[in-house]
């Protein structure tokens, strides 16, 4: 009988099985209990063949300006600010020679747009100073008028500079918005930007709730306001998913010299009704 050499290699080997069996195990408890009996209607698993989002998913936003906030970055549809690499998508914003900053910000209007279900992202983030990342919707169509009339659904932001730790969830219209948003809350992150963490919403006709790594932080209920519901829940139409890294603004705040990069990492988009 032939006899097995456990080598440094094939232990090795044997070793990196078992930890991404390990951490398998540990991805699918990130998710709640109650995507088992959901349906997975749409997702981005970033595993496409190329280096460029998936074209039939996704836009980019170009520009600058601020973006209303007194951002610093001007997003642009480049490879050097966007791209999919072993398994996951990748928004980098870098500072360039002429010491101007440049990012990516993708969305799915007009592509890929749903009401109600559950949105979970997988995802990690940059915890460098002055950067804002986002996982964020909005209404499709503005069927209520423009901003915050048609309401708009934060996922997570992260500012660093402005919150810690503290990834923040929000929702806002034309009843609340900005600083007196009537839904929005922190929940700590650990390790927010070397480990994967779930950050995810349950959207139905009564109630958004925020949940992270599987569990619930933050809910606002649907009033029902019978004279002007949809100032306080614009939230009855479909709305299309946003991810993006800002740069410095209200949130992100001053940008230290010696930072030259930041990086958002997403390992899937998932969509269950």
């Given at each position: 009988m032939k006899k097995t050499l456990w080598t440094g290699p094939f232990l090795a080997g044997l070793f990196a099985a078992a930890l991404f069996a390990f951490v398998?195990?540990?991805?699918?408890?990130?998710?709640?209990d109650f995507v088992k009996d959901m349906n997975l209607v749409w997702s981005d698993?970033?595993?496409?063949?190329?280096?460029?989002p998936n074209q039939d998913n996704w836009n980019y936003s170009a520009g600058g300006g601020g973006w209303g906030n007194g951002e610093l970055q001007y997003y642009t549809n480049k490879r050097s600010n966007s791209y999919v690499s072993d398994g996951t998508l990748k928004i980098e914003a870098f500072k360039g020679d002429d010491n101007k900053w440049t990012s990516a910000r993708l969305n799915s209007r007009w592509k890929k747009r749903f009401k109600y279900g559950y949105i979970e992202f997988r995802a990690k983030l940059p915890t460098e100073k002055g950067s804002w990342p986002a996982l964020w919707m909005m209404s499709d169509r503005e069927a209520y008028g423009s901003w915050p009339r048609s309401g708009e659904i934060d996922v997570m932001e992260y500012a660093v500079n402005f919150w810690k730790n503290k990834a923040y969830g929000t929702c806002h219209c034309a009843g609340g918005y900005g600083g007196n948003a009537?839904?929005?809350?922190?929940?700590?992150i650990k390790a927010a930007g070397k480990k994967w963490h779930n950050y995810g919403i349950l959207w139905t006709e009564d109630e958004l709730t925020w949940i992270y790594d599987g569990k619930a932080f933050l809910s606002y209920k649907n009033p029902h306001?019978?004279?002007?519901?949809?100032?306080f829940w614009p939230?009855?139409?479909?709305f299309y998913i946003i991810m993006n890294v800002a740069m410095g603004g209200t949130l992100g705040l001053d940008i230290p010299k010696e930072t030259k990069k930041c990086v958002m990492e997403v390992d899937y988009v998932r969509w269950y009704q």
């Open positions: 398998s195990c540990q991805e699918k408890s990130l998710s709640p698993e970033f595993d496409g063949p190329g280096d460029e009537f839904a929005s809350a922190g929940v700590p306001d019978a004279d002007y519901p949809q100032k939230y009855d139409r479909e």
